[in-house]
């Protein structure tokens, strides 16, 4: 990757955004699926 290092700070901070939202939205589903099965038992 030729980038002057500017670039690079930026490409990492929007990429960490990325892969956050992304962990956000896998995880919410998961999350959604315990709750739904607790408050089926309930």
């Known amino acids: 990757m ?3 290092p ?3 700070a930026d490409f ?3 990429a ?3 892969i956050v939202g992304a ?5 919410a589903s998961n999350i959604l699926t ?3 099965k607790f408050a089926e038992s309930l």
């Not at 962990?23 to 995880?27: D, K, N, T």
């Open 23 to 27: 962990v956000l939205v896998f995880a």
């Open 12 to 14: 990492k901070k929007s």
């Open 34 to 36: 315990i709750v739904y």
């Open 16 to 18: 960490y955004i990325y």
């Open 6 to 8: 500017e670039e690079k």
């Open 2 to 4: 030729m980038a002057a």
